[in-house]
């Protein structure tokens, strides 16, 4: 068994736990206690009272980590659940130490709509899953906006499933009816796409222009239908100035990078491993790998967004697009922490409190933050245990990584639900 980092529990009459440790979060790092009733943070400092659970200098304490963009397959046809359902997503992220996440709409059932978002969310209902869900809602040709406030994810081009526009022109006229929504865009230019379909390599077949395209035009679209918008799993270190200069002027607009853009690129693809190497966008140069890291680093990147897509290995081997990444969430961040010099403090945005307040719209509590009145879920790295990536050990269902047989400088020591610790 792994060490973990030292951990004491004591009883007391009534339940009311005491984590102490060293707290990260977006206003500093500090040795400090969380104090816990009913689920919520009540008080955080010293000398709260006595711990229940006490953390050593090795770990940090995080605010429940959130991956707003994942892929869990389940909807009312059951068509996709030999890949993963609500249920082994909710494992597979504690076991990545997140707590909360959002999922994509590109279900074969496509919530677009309050009936068919209501179907989806039934599904949810009774299985008391640790893992909090916020579901995005689909937009498509003609869809119109619900009448409760959702999410929404628009597919400028073709991806996986069926939810996609064929012209930018066609995204315009359905925008208009989704003035002031908070609009999520997979950029990826449907014509240039088209263009490019008879070219060798998937990255061939998607270069960086269609995202570059696709870029200009959403947030022209955040502009001009006053979104609140989000670019999602960006890859393409052109684009990067563009979003710069949108956030100088004002607009609304977030963007996302997943661990794959920053961890891997196209100098990494070899005859074997392409299969496994293949995502919508897909990997890029080097350079662009790099330009991804420091924006998470700098802030032009807002959210470290996994895009977990959860094919299995036959699919993968037939040319299905997306990597599965839950599991490894925390473990990667270690890696950013240890290897890439990522501070706690830049960690606790991008994995804690920006997630947080992309989905505190939609919840009646708050995430994201180490702060009373906010949820206390909590997830503990520790940064001196190393943890190898095993299949054995993966939670997915479709029961592979990316990752299989890379060693990261740290693990996740422990997450607590609403003050509880649950394994992992």
Known sequence: MRARCPLSAKRTQKFMPIIEGTLAD???????????????????????????????????????????????????????????TFACASSAALHGGILHVADMPNNPAAPIDDVTYAVKESLLAGQNLPVVFTLYAGIGPGTKPLIRNVPYK????????????????????????????????HCEDPILLEKHKGAATHEERRPPECELSATRFALAMIEKYRLTGKLCHYSAGEGLPLIRAAKARGLSVTAEVTPHHVFFDTAQITPSNRPWMQMNPPLRSPGDRAAMLEALRDGTADYLATDHAPHTLVEKERGVSGQPHLDTYGQFVTWLIVEQGFTPERIAAICSANPGTFVNPY????????????????????????TTIRREDLKTKCGWSPFEGMMFPGS???????????PV
């Open 26 to 84: 977006i206003d500093g790092v500090r040795r400090g206690q969380i104090a816990i009733d009913n689920g919520v943070i009540t008080a955080v400092g010293a000398n709260l009272g006595p711990a229940t659970h006490v953390f050593g200098a090795n770990c940090l304490i995080f605010a429940g980590m959130g991956d707003i963009h994942i892929h869990a397959r389940e909807d009312v046809t059951q068509k996709e659940t030999h890949k993963e």
């Open 154 to 185: 628009a597919y400028m081009g073709p991806s996986v499933g069926d939810l996609f526009f064929s012209t930018l022109e066609q995204l315009d006229l359905t925008l208009s009816n989704y003035v002031g929504r908070a609009v999520s865009f």
């Open 363 to 386: 919840r009646a509590e708050k995430w994201g933050r180490l702060l009373p009145g906010y949820v206390a879920s909590l997830t503990v790295l520790d940064l001196k245990t190393p």
């Open 412 to 422: 996740v020591a422990a997450v607590f639900v609403r003050g509880n610790r649950v």
